[in-house]
Structure formats: structure tokens, C-alpha cells
């Protein structure tokens, strides 16, 4: 068995660095949105010519960034999407709930603290881990059937 995953959520953070590193040795593909901050931001003005107004600025780069993201949930097998600790991810809950409503086995990764804010999207959510490892052992289990020593 293989897996197709998509790291979503938060980019301020390199917490997909110890998912990918702990994955080592497992058939599992890995996709993700852009995580240059700044290229996210300013994809849409970038590729599709500058706006005046910041609220456009933003919407392009927004739409454009769907594609990348849209394209990369509806090819995973599973979706990880991780809720910072710093940022507000709206983004976030939308992948959340796009992943879950095309039935992608869906692990959301999140802080302890944000456990009352996240009931919703933890009840769509196969797995809800609080540390990259979690999610580590949530895939070796999946194609292993192997339990973290």
C-alpha cells in the first residue's frame, strides 16, 4: 500500500520537515501548498498584474493558490492539516472541511489549547494529533499495522 498525503494548514512553521523526515522508509508521497510566505502572498498580483487595492492584491493570490491546493487535496489519500499556534489559519478550516467533504481521511494537527475552538473540525478529523510524531505514527500504523515502540 501507498499513500498520497497533502500537508495543509499553517506556513510559518517547519513543522512538516519532521513529518516528511519521520516518513523515511515508508511509501508515502507528500504534497503541499507554497510555503514561501511572501510568493503565497503576492502569486496572484505576481503572475496576473498589480492591484490598487489591498482586498484584490489578495484575492488573486488567493485563487490562485486554490488551484495548487484544491488539485493537491483531491489527489491525496489522506490530509493533514495543521492549526498554528501564532496565526489564524481561515485557509485552514477550509481545507478541513473541502478534504472532508470529497471523504478524505482527514488528521488534523493542532496545539492542545486549540481543542474547544476545533470541536467542529475535529469531528470530521480521522485523527487529531498535537505533535508532528503523532502524525508520523498515524501513517507508519496505516501502512504498517506496526504501533510506535
Known amino acids: 500500500m501507498s499513500l498520497k498525503v497533502y500537508l495543509s494548514g499553517e506556513i510559518h512553521t517547519d513543522w512538516r520537515e519532521p513529518i516528511i523526515q519521520g516518513a523515511q522508509g515508508l511509501d508515502v508521497t507528500f504534497n503541499s501548498p507554497v510555503t514561501d510566505h ?25 485563487m490562485v493558490n486554490a488551484i495548487r491546493t ?16 501564532k496565526y489564524k489559519q481561515w485557509n485552514a478550516a477550509f481545507d478541513a472541511g473541502f478534504a472532508a467533504a470529497l471523504g478524505k481521511s482527514l488528521i488534523v494537527l493542532n496545539p492542545p489549547e486549540h481543542q474547544h475552538a476545533l470541536k467542529e473540525v475535529h469531528a470530521a478529523a480521522l485523527a487529531v494529533a498535537e505533535e508532528p510524531a503523532q502524525v508520523v505514527q498515524v501513517l507508519r500504523y496505516v501502512l504498517t499495522g506496526q504501533l510506535p515502540a
Open 70 to 85: 484544491r488539485k493537491g487535496i483531491q489527489d491525496a489519500d489522506v490530509v493533514v492539516v495543521r492549526f498554528g499556534e
Open 38 to 62: 511572501e510568493a503565497s502572498d503576492d502569486c496572484g498580483v505576481a503572475i496576473l498584474g498589480a492591484e490598487d487595492n489591498k482586498y484584490w492584491h489578495d484575492h488573486k493570490s488567493a
